[in-house]
């Protein structure tokens, strides 16, 4: 028996098929060689030309051709400026409401106070509803706390007249007839008081003092712009007796500066 070599196998011949109607390109032509492309494609199948075109922007208005409204040419730059304007716009806004209103101008001028400087102010004029003998209303604003305003009874009051209208952020007040505690004993001094504050429009403001039954300075903070004059009227004390007036060693007052 002859061997017999095995066939070389013969690979089958493609068959054409048709192309179908349906499979047709029926999308837009592409704007460079006119080729129907299906739709979807980014780019001709022919040509490689893009079909999505980019749509052109609209004309800018004539306000936004001005700068610095004005659009630049680096992408993004004139929405970061508008963006900036916008915000500054706002914060304006703000600040002016804020400082428009009662409660801000408060707020504002508070901060002014305690981060500003304060400078002593000496009245123009000083007088007194009455005094005793020997211890007129000078004497409360002479500097010296060894000499004091002697108040006959309560109600009295201490009237310091300024000439021009300024900021009062403080008022100091030095109460009985001396700083050296024995002696502060001896004598009548006041325990609270009424702050009566004009200004320069004819506003009167009012505020209540309570002092402590000790000697030395007591401050009382205030914060009120234009003031022009300010009075003390005496409405409690402790050690009154048998001739003993009512001492207010010293009172001072503070403006901002």
């Known amino acids: ?50 079909l999505q075109t980019r749509e052109q922007p609209a004309p800018l ?29 706002v914060v304006g806004l703000l600040c002016a409401g804020f400082l428009l209103l009662p409660a801000g101008r408060y707020v504002f001028e508070d901060v002014r106070d305690k981060l500003g400087g304060t400078a002593e102010i000496s009245p123009s004029d000083v007088t007194a509803s009455a005094h005793a003998p020997g211890h007129p209303a000078s004497a409360a604003t002479d500097g010296l706390t060894n000499k004091y305003w002697a108040a006959p009874t309560l109600g009295s009051s201490l009237t310091c007249a300024f000439d021009k209208p300024f900021r009062l952020v403080g008022v100091v007040v030095y109460p009985g007839v001396s700083t050296e505690p024995e002696e502060f004993r001896q004598g009548a001094r006041p ?35 234009d003031v022009v004059s300010v009075r003390l009227v005496l409405k409690a004390a402790s050690g009154q007796g048998e001739g003993r007036p009512i001492a207010v060693g010293e009172v001072e007052f503070f403006k901002r500066t």
Not at 7 to 22: F, G, L
Not at 68 to 86: D, H, I
């Open 1 to 50: 028996m002859v061997a017999v070599q095995p066939a070389k196998p013969i690979a089958r011949r493609p068959v054409v098929r048709p192309v179908a109607a349906d499979e047709e390109p029926d999308g837009p032509p592409c704007p460079a060689c006119g080729t129907p492309n299906l739709p979807g494609r980014r780019f001709c199948r022919r040509c490689a030309a893009p």
């Open 61 to 89: 208005p004539w306000w936004r051709t001005v700068w610095p409204f004005r659009r630049r040419v680096r992408s993004g730059s004139g929405r970061a400026l508008r963006r900036t304007l916008l915000v500054l716009a």
């Open 191 to 225: 325990t609270r008081a009424d702050l009566i504050i004009t200004k320069a429009d004819g506003e009167v403001q009012e505020k209540t003092v309570t002092l402590t039954d000790k000697p030395g300075k007591q401050t009382v903070r205030t914060g009120i712009s």
